[in-house]
C-alpha cells in the first residue's frame, strides 16, 4: 500500500475528504486508519500518546508515504500540495509558472482560511452547538457566520461566472479549464453545503454557478468513487 | 516602486502585516495604500469598485509587483508563497527538497487555518462584539474561542521546545534553525497575543517558549523595522 490515511471513525470531515479526493484524482493507493474522536486513548484516540507522536496537533488529516520512507505530513492543505508536488510532475494541479501558482494558491488560501472556517462555525453553531451547551446557538452568533459564508459563496459565484464566461460550464473551474487543488480543496465544503443546507439554512440554489459546480464534480470518476464507498450524498 | 501593498485605513491587521514583515526580511521596497473599512466608496472602500477590481474578496492584503507587469495576487498566504518563490532563489524560507516544504507548509496551514481564524474569533467577541451588538459576547461563544486558541498556543509551545532542544534557544523557528513563511504567518498573530492579552485573558507567560519566541522575533531588523514604523507595540 502507498499511503496511509488518517481520519476520523464514523464521520468523515470534509478535510480528510480533500485528500481522499486527490489522491483517487491522482490515482494513488491508500490506507484510511480511523481514529476516536475526542479520545485520548493511547492507542486509538485522535488525542492519544501514540498519534499525537505523528501528528502534534492532534487532529485528522495526516498522511503517510509509504514509498518515501513513511514520510509524515498533517494539515489538508500542506498534504495536497505535497502530492501535487511529488507525483504531479506536469503541475496541472497546481500551475506550470509562477504567476500561475500564485492564483491556484490565492484560491487555495481562501477556500482553507476564509471559507472553510467560517462554514465549520456555522457547522459548529446549528448542528453540533444544542449538543453541547444544551441550548440553542444565539441568533447573532448562527447569523454572523450564515452572512459571512453567503458572502464567501457569492466571491465564489462571481469568479464562476468569469470562468463560465472564460471557458464554458464544463470547464469552468476555479482558476484554469481543468481542476487544481484550489478545486479539490472547495469540493467537500460546498457538498457539505448541498447536503446540509436546510439545516443551515443556506440555499445553494442561489448561488447557480456555485450549484452547477456541485453537480459537475461529483461527476470527475475519482470524487463519484469515493462517495460512493463512503456513501456520502451531496444532492 | 517596486510593489504597492493593500491594507486597512488606520488599522494594520495581522495578515498584511505579515507581508510587510516578510518584504523587508526580503529587503525588497514597496508603497503602502490604504482602503477605507467596510466601505463601498468606489475609489477608497475596501468594497468599492476599484478594488473588487482587484481583489474580488474585498478584503486586505493585496501585492501588485510593478516589476513583473503588474502581477496582482491577494490572501496573505500566497503573497507569501508568491514573494518566497520569486525573490528567494535559495528557498531558505520555504524548504529546499519536497519533504521540507511539506513541513513548511504544514505549520505554515497550521497558522493559517488553525490559528489565525480562531484567534480572529476570539479578538472579535472581546473587542469588537459589544461596539456591533451592543451587549457582551456570550461567555461560551468567548470560552470557545479562547479554550481552543490556549490550545493552538500548547501546540506551538510544544514544537518550540523540541526545536529549542535541537537547536538551542537562539535559533528555535518552527521548522529550521531559521525563520521561514511559517514563521513570517505566526508572528503578527502571536505579537497581537502578548498585546491585547489582558483584554483577551490570555496569558502568554503561561508558554515560556512561545512568549521567549516573541521576544526573539521583534528583535529581527526586518520586524523591528515595521512595528516602529506603524508605531505598534507587542511586548
Redesign the interface.
Known amino acids: 500500500m502507498h499511503f496511509t490515511l488518517y481520519a476520523l471513525e464514523g464521520i468523515w470531515g470534509p478535510n480528510p475528504l480533500k485528500v481522499a479526493f486527490f489522491l483517487e484524482q491522482l490515482g494513488l493507493d491508500y490506507e484510511v486508519k480511523t481514529l476516536a474522536m475526542n479520545s485520548t486513548d493511547k492507542e486509538k484516540g485522535v488525542k492519544g500518546e501514540d498519534y499525537l507522536k505523528i501528528c ?4 485528522t488529516p495526516t498522511l503517510i508515504d509509504h514509498k ?1 520512507n513513511d ?1 509524515t ?7 495536497l ?2 502530492l501535487a ?2 507525483y504531479d510532475p506536469s503541475s496541472q494541479y497546481t500551475g506550470k509558472t ?2 500561475e ?3 491556484v ?2 484560491w ?3 477556500q ?3 471559507h ?3 462554514q465549520g ?1 456555522l457547522h459548529f453553531s446549528k448542528l453540533y452547538w444544542q449538543d453541547k ?1 444544551h441550548e440553542e446557538a ?1 441568533e ?2 448562527v447569523s454572523r457566520f450564515r452572512d459571512e459564508t453567503n458572502r464567501v459563496l457569492s ?1 465564489y459565484e ?2 464562476l461566472q468569469r470562468q463560465t464566461e472564460k471557458y464554458g460550464e464544463e470547464k469552468a473551474w476555479l482558476v484554469f479549464d481543468h481542476p487544481t487543488v484550489s478545486d479539490f480543496s472547495a469540493m467537500p465544503w460546498l457538498g457539505s453545503l448541498a447536503k446540509f443546507g436546510n439545516k443551515l439554512a443556506i440555499d445553494l440554489t442561489q448561488y447557480p454557478h456555485v450549484f452547477k459546480y456541485v453537480k459537475k464534480y461529483i461527476q470527475l470518476p475519482s470524487v463519484a468513487k469515493v462517495l460512493e464507498r463512503l456513501q456520502i450524498t451531496y444532492l
Open positions: 502534534a496537533n492532534g487532529r518515501n514520510f505530513v498533517w494539515e489538508s492543505g500542506a498534504i500540495q505535497y508536488r511529488k509562477l504567476e501558482q500564485a492564483i494558491d490565492q487555495f488560501f481562501f482553507c482560511t476564509g472553510s472556517p467560517v462555525n451547551y444565539p447573532n452568533v466571491v462571481g469568479q
